[in-house]
């Protein structure tokens, strides 16, 4: 089964760090690129980073740029996004997300999704 | 960066009606359009990709169109399951731009 899960999300102060990772299986991992797509509550989707299959090429989102990291272990069959410097703005569901050749990049594979709350 | 502007908002119709949201890039994107559905709590759907082509399992009464900078959803007949918010995204490259969204209800 085609899968992802994310985990490490939480409560986290302003200034502080989290970093969320994102379990891939059920589908050759190493030859995918992988997004993260955030939604703040009651907000629409916000397409955030992506990184391409051996991870010599990402891009973000000019929110997040210079404070986000997205990263992947294709041994592992993971992604991660380091997130630093966190604002109230960056609460959000975070998903990871790709899509398979038949989609040709648009997102037929999301996870569930891992909440994070940047509070005092 | 190519901005995704959708209309309307928001928008109310009864059952058996036909539906239609738009979805206008600020560039021209061929046809790298996609479609997905949120119901709420729930994570997104891909229902349409390459603007106008269903994606396996989805109903035939929603269709997209279009190619270039103006796109169309269109639900042939409303359910009472197709409440949701509807999104277009752009992926021909980064940033893949969501639009604002979409909210219909019955």
């Known amino acids: 089964e085609v899968q992802l899960v994310e985990s490490g999300g939480g409560l986290v102060q302003p200034g502080g760090s989290l970093r969320l990772s994102c379990a891939a299986s059920g589908f050759p991992f190493s030859t995918y690129w992988m997004h993260w797509v955030r939604q703040a509550p009651g907000k629409g989707l916000v397409w955030v980073s992506r990184i391409n299959t051996d991870g010599s090429n990402t891009v973000y989102v000019d929110s997040v740029k210079g404070r986000f990291t997205i990263s992947r272990d294709n041994a592992k069959n993971t992604l991660y996004l380091q997130m630093n410097s966190l604002r109230a703005e960056d609460t959000a569901v975070y998903y990871c997300a790709s899509g398979t050749p038949v989609t040709r990049g648009a997102f037929d594979i999301w996870g569930p999704g891992t909440g994070v709350t940047v509070s005092s | 960066d190519i901005q995704m502007t959708q209309s309307p908002s928001s928008l109310s119709a009864s059952v058996g009606d036909r539906v239609t949201i738009t979805c206008r890039a600020s560039?021209?994107?061929?046809?790298?359009l996609a479609w997905y559905q949120q119901k709420s709590g729930k994570v997104p759907k891909l229902l349409i990709y390459?603007?106008?082509t269903l994606q396996s399992g989805v109903p035939s009464r929603f269709s997209g169109s279009g190619s270039g900078t103006d796109f169309t959803l269109t639900i042939s007949s409303l359910q009472p399951e197709d409440v949701a918010t509807y999104y277009c995204?752009?992926?021909?490259?980064?940033?893949?731009?969501f639009g604002q969204g979409t909210k219909v209800e019955i």
């Open positions: 995204q752009k992926y021909n490259s980064a940033p893949r731009t």
């Open positions: 560039q021209d994107i061929s046809n790298s």
């Open positions: 390459a603007a106008s």
